[in-house]
């Protein structure tokens, strides 16, 4: 009989990486965990080395996000996981699946205060489903293991372990898991009676769709039974690829600079269904969609963990089941033979054709009309990946998303993201076209990850849209202290050049008719690339200038 081969720790969790489905790993290298990564040399595992952790651990949640499996990021301690941190509250808002493993210093120096020594179930406990440090080398597989089931369960969400540098290179036995799998929560039968009944008697109803764990095949089946029930469908904050907006009961999406004709829509409806979602600050319109904590509307909850149920609106019916198995019990209903709401749903996709096709022209370069030009000539399987700024307003209102999982940006509205996002998401789907979208402030937040995207030949195109300013927060200014500008302004580089010194491809464009040539030089360059779109100060959104806000701030004086 063979004896069976000890193994290190670190290659005990690599394997059960592996054996997790773990193809790609995301990092910025440290001494803290330098067994990890010799583990993965052996064992061929993939890596994507970053230049900040805060990029590494936003790549992370983009792959979360795509794959729905958990994006795995390592980091070293102190300030390597500081730096994370940005990135694991992205994935506690955005119920998005992620592993932060960090580097630790060695138990025997433990509270002494010793180099980048942290304490990180104090720093992790308010942003993470669960935060644990692996004190025994045996144990690495069974913690890791229990990892990626709690970072699956019910809402998904970010986990972070430690691992101490010493207990890394204690010798093991190999003793791998089975891999981690969410369960499906499905609905009963009795719930789904009752929502039927609802259905049958309502007038005016309203489906919002939001939230993870859904897949391509949920989608397409919402959006089979939306036509069989002719039921209007809108779509929760940053949650637009869940269905499809030339659909013809699409009514538009309940995010920032909502359609006010939805918002009335949703206030008056008489029965407000939402599927997947939390209806949080953002797609309540400031928490007053619906009266909390009881609505005077018949609100049903469809969500897969019950702890969110009554949190902040009591429902009328709540369904403890994952969007995919709710669907898969609703695809079964048949439609009520009187729909009377069937008018309403075709009015409510001709207000949201008109709303996001409609536009007031401003000088230099018209974001409007950039997105547009986009919407329409991007591939149907283009993704676009954007941080925060009041330039995203423009791509809720007019980039029209075609094909499911299309859009990654963080619902907690970190700025940043683009970049990192536009990075994992090439590297996940080395053939569709990829492009990220931000604000000059927003860029500048994590643009040195465009030196990883020149790294691994990754081509995507990067547009930065310069108004000189920090401008969401320059709005609020406006509007609070008028005439009183201070810490909103911006000097901003030549963002072409930038990325030309990167080895990239960089091109600078004044006006609204010369984007189209910019971006097909762009994409044709086969470089990572840069578009430099100069806008203008006073657009701060799609419907409102500064120069009006201003104004009406004095009047109110």
């Known amino acids: 009989m063979n004896a069976i081969v ?80 940005a990135g694991v509250h992205i994935a506690q808002h955005d119920s998005t699946p992620m592993i932060l493993f960090i580097g630790q210093i060695e138990r025997s120096n433990r509270d002494r205060g010793a180099f980048q ?56 036995l190999p003793r791998p ?40 095949t949920a989608s397409r089946r919402m959006m089979d039974w939306a036509s069989a029930f002719d039921m209007p469908v809108a779509t929760s904050y940053r949650r637009l690829p869940l269905f499809d907006p030339l659909h013809d009961c699409y009514a538009g999406d309940l995010g920032l600079a909502a359609n006010p004709k939805l918002v009335a829509r949703a206030r008056a409806s008489d029965l407000f269904v939402l599927v997947g979602g939390r209806l949080g600050e953002i797609p309540s319109q400031g928490y007053k969609l619906l009266d909390i904590p009881a609505p005077r509307t018949r609100f049903v909850h469809i969500y897969p963990q019950g702890e969110e149920f009554g949190r ?22 048949e439609p009520p033979a009187v729909r009377p709401w069937r008018e309403e749903t075709r009015q ?25 030009w986009l919407s329409d000539h991007l591939p149907s399987d283009a993704v676009i990946c954007n941080g ?44 569709r076209l990829v492009v990220s979208l931000n604000g000059d402030g927003d860029f500048l937040m994590n643009g040195q990850e465009f030196a990883t995207a020149v790294q691994y030949d990754l081509p995507i195109i990067v547009v930065v849209c310069d108004n000189a300013s920090y401008g969401t927060i320059r709005m609020h200014q406006e509007r609070n202290y008028p005439a009183r500008v201070v810490g909103t302004d911006l000097r901003n580089p030549d963002f072409a050049a930038y990325a030309r010194a990167f080895g990239g491809y960089g091109a600078r464009v004044e006006r ?18 840069i578009i430099h779109l100069m806008m203008d100060p006073d657009r701060i959104t799609p419907t409102a200038n500064l120069s009006a806000l201003r104004a009406e701030a004095f009047s109110r004086q």
């Open 6 to 85: 000890e193994i290190s720790a670190a290659q005990a969790l690599v394997d059960q990486l592996i054996a997790n489905g773990v193809d790609h790993i995301f990092c910025v290298p440290g001494e803290s965990y330098l067994a990890v990564l010799d583990a993965c040399y052996e064992r061929n595992v993939k890596l994507t080395v970053c230049r900040n952790e805060a990029g590494a651990a936003m790549m992370a949640d983009a792959y979360g996000k795509a794959t729905g499996r958990p994006g795995i990021c390592f980091v070293t301690r102190g300030p390597g996981a500081a730096n994370a941190f």
């Open 117 to 172: 020594e942290v304490d990180y179930r104090a720093m992790f406990a308010g942003q993470t489903k669960w935060t644990a440090e692996i004190d025994d080398g045996a144990r690495v597989t069974e913690y890791v293991s229990r990892a990626f089931h709690v970072a699956l369960a019910g809402r998904p969400g970010p986990v972070a372990l430690a691992l101490p540098k010493d207990m890394l290179e204690e010798r093991v």
């Open 177 to 216: 898991c089975p891999p981690a799998a969410a369960v499906e929560t499905a609905p009963g039968a009795e719930a789904m009676d009752a929502l039927a009944t609802m259905i049958a008697e309502a007038k005016r109803p309203l489906f919002v769709l939001g939230g993870t764990r859904w897949d391509e």
């Open 312 to 333: 902040v609106y009591a429902p009328t019916l709540a369904i403890h089941a994952s969007p995919k198995a709710f669907i898969e019990m609703l695809a079964k209903q």
């Open 348 to 372: 409510a996709h001709q207000d949201y054709l008109g709303f996001s096709r409609s536009f007031a022209p401003s000088a230099d370069v018209d974001l409007a009309q950039t997105m547009i």
């Open 388 to 431: 925060a700024g009041n330039y995203a307003s423009w791509i809720h209102r007019y980039f029209r998303f075609r094909s499911y999982n299309s859009h990654f940006a963080p619902t907690s509205a970190t700025m940043g993201y683009g970049v990192p996002a536009a990075v994992a998401i090439k590297r996940l789907y080395p053939e």
């Open 512 to 529: 609204t008719q010369d984007f189209p040539e910019a971006f097909e030089a762009a994409r044709a360059s086969g470089l990572p690339s």
